[in-house]
C-alpha cells in the first residue's frame, strides 16, 4: 500500500491495527459520487466560514481536502505527515477499542465509500465526506489534534461490556443496510428497532458507552465558543449540510461541556435534541482528564476487575507491584469491604512487568488460566512486596521452605516455595510453589494435583484496562467485521444516468464538444426526478442565457417536492455567489 510508504506514522501500526486496513480504490468513484462531493463541499464553503471554528477552513487547505474531487488517502497522507498525522481507509465502522488505538497513533480512519445521492444531506454510516472533509481539516489545530490523540489513547484503555460489542454491530448493520440502494423499509425498521432494544438495556453503563459519549459530543458533534453565539467544530456537523446549520438555532437546547455529558447517551439515526458547547480546545483536555480519572485504569480495586469480568473479553489488572496479569478475568472474591482478595482468569494468560511478559509466564505456559491472592498477610504489618530479604528469612517465606500464607481475605497457600521473581527494585513481584494447595475459606482454588502454582505478588491492585499489557503475549486474532459493506449490481438505468453525470463533468473540465442542451432534455425525460446533475447543467450554461433560464425554471419546479427545495435552494446559492 502507497499511502503506507509515504507517511513514517503508519510505519508504526502494530499488524492488530493493520488488518483493518483496505484499499481505496479509487477508481470505483462515479461521476455521481464526485457531483455529491463536490455538492457537500461548496455548499459547506458557502455556510461554514460564518458558523465553523476558523480552524476548520485553514485546515482545508493545510490537510489536502479538494473541493471539487473526492480525495485520495495516499495523496492526503504526503500532506498529513507534515503535521504528525495519517489516515487509513476502512470498511464502515471499526470496533471501538480499534478506533480509538487509531487515534492513540495520530492515525484517522476514513471509511471510504460515499453516502448515496438520496443521503447527500446526512447518513448515519460513516462515509469520506464525514471522515475526510469532516474531521482532517481541524486537526490541523495542534492543539485539538493533541486531545484527539490523547483520547484515543484513553479510549483504548476503556472497558467494554458484552453489550457493547452487541450495540456496535447493531450500528454497524443499520449503517449498511441503510446506505445500500434498494433496501426495504421494514429492513431498515427493523435494524432501529433492534438497535433501540439493545440500547434499552445494557445495564450499568460501561466506560466504553461513557467515553463514547464523550467523543460524540465533542469530536463528531462539538460546539465551541459561547452558549449564545458557538461556532461548529464537530466532524458529524461539519460533514452534514442540513444539521450544520439547523443546529444553531434556538430549538436545539445548547448545554456547557462538561464530565456530565459522558452520562448523555444519542441517537444516530436522528437530528440531536441537544448539543454541548465548550469555551476552547483546553477544556476539552481538562473534562478528559477528569473522566480519566473515574476510569479503573487509574483507579484499579473491586470494581476494575468487576468490569473486566463483565466484558468477557482480554483485560489486564496491574498490581503495586507492578506485575499485570492479562487474559479473561471470569471471578474476584471480595472481603465484603469492596477490597479484592483474590483474582482468576480463564483460558490463556500472561503475566508481564512494565508491558514486557515475564519470561516463562506467556499464555503457552498459563494456557488454562491464572489465579492469585490480592493483599496482606493477616496479622503482618508488612505487606510480602515491601519485605527485605531479612524479612522475608524471617517469615519463612524463602525458597525450599515449606509455609502456609493466610492473607487478610481468608485466603490460604500452603505449599512448598520454589522460587521467586523480583522487579527492578528488588521487590519480589511472583512466587512459585509446588504441592501447593489454596483456599479461601473452606473452598478450594488450587489442587496440588494441577502442578506448579504461582502468586502473584501485590496488597493493591492499582489500574485495570482493556487489552493485554503486552500484545506480543497473545496472537493477532482476526477481530475484521465479518458484514461487509454491501457493493449493488447496478441496473441499466443507472449506468446510463452515471455516464451523463461523467458527460457534464467533462464539460465542465473543458470538453466543449459535449451538448449540455442534449444532456438536460434526455435528463428531464428519463430521470425527472433528479436534481443534482440539473444544478451543474445550470451552472454552466450560464452563457446560453435561453437554456439557463429554461433549466431555473425546472428547477423551481422540482422545489415543490419537500425533500428537495432545501438541497436546491442552497446549491442555487452557492451557485449565484460564484457567478
Not at 493533541?146 to 452487541?166: H, N, P, Q, T, V
Not at 448523555?264 to 469555551?279: E, S, W
Not at 498459563?366 to 524471617?394: C, Q, V
Request: hydrophobic share 40%; glycine share 6%.
Amino acid at each position: 500500500m502507497n499511502f503506507i510508504m509515504n507517511n513514517k506514522i503508519l510505519s508504526k501500526l502494530p499488524n492488530r491495527l493493520k488488518q483493518f486496513i483496505v484499499d481505496q480504490h479509487y477508481a470505483k468513484y462515479t461521476a455521481i459520487d464526485q457531483a455529491v462531493w463536490r455538492y457537500v463541499m461548496r455548499v459547506n464553503l458557502h455556510f461554514l466560514p460564518e458558523i465553523a471554528h476558523k480552524s476548520y477552513v485553514d485546515g482545508l487547505h493545510r490537510t489536502g481536502v479538494s473541493i471539487d474531487n473526492i480525495p485520495s488517502i495516499e495523496a492526503m497522507n504526503e500532506i498529513l505527515g507534515e503535521i504528525g498525522w495519517a489516515a487509513v481507509s476502512v470498511d464502515g465502522f471499526i470496533p471501538p477499542n480499534a478506533f480509538m488505538e487509531f487515534q492513540a497513533y495520530n492515525v484517522l480512519v476514513i471509511a471510504s465509500d460515499i453516502r448515496q445521492l438520496a443521503h447527500i444531506a446526512y447518513t448515519p454510516a460513516p462515509d469520506i465526506l464525514h471522515e475526510a472533509a469532516g474531521h482532517a481539516p481541524i486537526i490541523a489545530n495542534p492543539e485539538y489534534a493533541e486531545y484527539l490523540r490523547r483520547f484515543g489513547e484513553i479510549g483504548a484503555k476503556a472497558i467494554s461490556s458484552a453489550k457493547d460489542y452487541e450495540l456496535y454491530e447493531a450500528i454497524r448493520h443499520l449503517s449498511i443496510i441503510k446506505e445500500a440502494k434498494g433496501t426495504k423499509p421494514t429492513e431498515i425498521e427493523a435494524a432501529e428497532k433492534a438497535i433501540k432494544e439493545i440500547s434499552e438495556n445494557m445495564g450499568e453503563p460501561s466506560e466504553m458507552a461513557q467515553i463514547r459519549n464523550l467523543h460524540w459530543w465533542t469530536v463528531e458533534y462539538g460546539l465551541i465558543g459561547s452558549l449564545e453565539k458557538p461556532e461548529i467544530y464537530g466532524a458529524g456537523l461539519l460533514s452534514s449540510i442540513g444539521e450544520s446549520i439547523s443546529c444553531l438555532k434556538d430549538d436545539v437546547k445548547k448545554i456547557p461541556y462538561s464530565v456530565l455529558a459522558a452520562e448523555q447517551n444519542f441517537d444516530i439515526t436522528k437530528q440531536q435534541p441537544q448539543l454541548f458547547v465548550t469555551p476552547n480546545f483546553p477544556h476539552l483536555s481538562f473534562v478528559l482528564e477528569e473522566f480519566a480519572n473515574t476510569m479503573a485504569v487509574r483507579r484499579g480495586g473491586l470494581k476494575g476487575v468487576e468490569k473486566l469480568v463483565a466484558s468477557k473479553s482480554i483485560g489486564t489488572i496491574e498490581l503495586s507491584t507492578g506485575l499485570q496479569i492479562s487474559g479473561v478475568f471470569t471471578n474476584v472474591i471480595d472481603d465484603g469491604n469492596y477490597n479484592p482478595v483474590y483474582i482468576q482468569t480463564t483460558g490463556e494468560t500472561a503475566l508481564a512487568y512494565r508491558e514486557k511478559e515475564l519470561i516463562g509466564h506467556g499464555t503457552a505456559y498459563h494456557s488454562e488460566g491464572f489465579g492469585s491472592p490480592i493483599g496482606k498477610l493477616k496479622s503482618i504489618n508488612l505487606a510480602i512486596e515491601d519485605m527485605s530479604p531479612r524479612d522475608l528469612e524471617a517469615y519463612g517465606i524463602f525458597e525450599g521452605k515449606e509455609i502456609e500464607l493466610v492473607f487478610e481475605g481468608e485466603v490460604s497457600v500452603r505449599g512448598e516455595i520454589i522460587t521467586g521473581v523480583r522487579n527492578l527494585q528488588g521487590k519480589i513481584i511472583l512466587i512459585s510453589f509446588k504441592n501447593c494447595t489454596v483456599k479461601h475459606k473452606d473452598k478450594i482454588l488450587f489442587d496440588p494435583s494441577w502442578g506448579i502454582y504461582d502468586m502473584a505478588v501485590g496488597k493493591n491492585i492499582v489500574s485495570a484496562f482493556s487489552g493485554p499489557a503486552t500484545f506480543d503475549s497473545f496472537p493477532i486474532k482476526k477481530n475484521v467485521p465479518q458484514e461487509k459493506t454491501i457493493q449493488i449490481v447496478k441496473k441499466q438505468a443507472e449506468l446510463e444516468l452515471e455516464f451523463l453525470y461523467n458527460q457534464v463533468r467533462l464539460y465542465r473540465e473543458g470538453d466543449k464538444t459535449i451538448n449540455i442542451s442534449d444532456i438536460f432534455n434526455k435528463i428531464i425525460t428519463s430521470y425527472p426526478m433528479e436534481w443534482l446533475i440539473v444544478l451543474e447543467i445550470y451552472e454552466i450554461s450560464k452563457e446560453n442565457i435561453s437554456l439557463c433560464e429554461k433549466i431555473y425554471r425546472y428547477l423551481y419546479s422540482l422545489m415543490k417536492e419537500a425533500k428537495f427545495s432545501f438541497l436546491i435552494e442552497n446549491g442555487l446559492k452557492v451557485i449565484d455567489a460564484a457567478m
